[in-house]
């Protein structure tokens, strides 16, 4: 069975410096890899996908990922944060049938002035 | 107007009661599901279905009932709640069943069973 780990529960930037949040992935086919962000009361936004192909993708907002297949990870990054990016972070893993995502149990970046 | 929207958005209510949560997409998707995040905000899949038919069902209590109409809508009900059922209930669309289908979600369905 799939799994996703995001080793890091907070992260605390201040606006203006870099992001990286890290996802680690244990699947044993090609994996189909998700981030998704969440605002406080709102439902997850999909920020990026990686599916096959160029294993540094773009996606909204700015952020971008990169797959790296011998590391089995993911890790999403932004090179400069604005405070509207404080923000709960999921990346998930998805399976061949039935577009089950399984998710990693997030990180939270705080945003400081 | 909003994509996929879930009612109500928050639900109080004591051990034992039953409740539903509804659902309902207007992009024209064809596969729905709920997925549950519990205090830790864990996100855990419970039911997917396909055109009307159930696809995924992880292990839930089999007091939760997922119901399907139509392809538009996804309701959940729960029996005898219990207080490990509080969390907020998400529902989701998507294109395609197979894994390239981005997932819409709703904004959520905060459960808090005292």
């Known amino acids: 069975a799939q799994s996703v780990t995001q080793p890091d529960i907070h992260i605390t930037v201040s606006e203006g410096a870099s992001l990286e949040l890290r996802c680690n992935y244990s699947y044993g086919a090609t994996p189909y890899l998700f981030w998704y962000v969440q605002s406080p009361g709102q439902g997850l936004q999909l920020l990026l996908k990686y599916f096959s192909g160029d294993t540094l993708v773009q996606g909204i907002k700015g952020f971008e990922a990169e797959f790296k297949r011998s590391q089995s990870s993911f890790n999403l990054r932004k090179p400069s944060v604005h405070w509207s990016d404080a923000a709960e972070y999921f990346c998930?893993?998805?399976?061949?049938?039935?577009?089950?995502?399984?998710f990693g149990g997030g990180t939270r970046v705080l945003v400081k002035p | 107007d909003t994509a996929v929207s879930q009612t109500p958005k928050y639900l109080v209510t004591q051990m034992g009661n039953d409740k539903s949560i509804k659902c309902e997409q207007n992009?024209?998707?064809?596969?729905m599901y709920w997925y549950k995040q519990d205090s830790k905000k864990f996100l855990k899949i419970m039911f997917s279905y396909n055109n009307k038919e159930l696809i995924i069902n992880e292990t839930v209590p089999n007091r939760f009932s997922p119901k399907s109409p139509d392809k538009a809508h996804l309701n959940l009900h729960i029996n005898s709640l219990e207080l490990g059922d509080s969390a907020v209930y998400f529902c989701a669309s998507s294109r395609t069943e197979g894994p390239a289908g981005e997932l819409f979600f709703g904004e959520g369905s905060r459960l808090t069973v005292l």
């Open positions: 992009l024209g998707h064809d596969t």
């Open positions: 998930a893993v998805g399976v061949a049938a039935g577009n089950k995502l399984t």
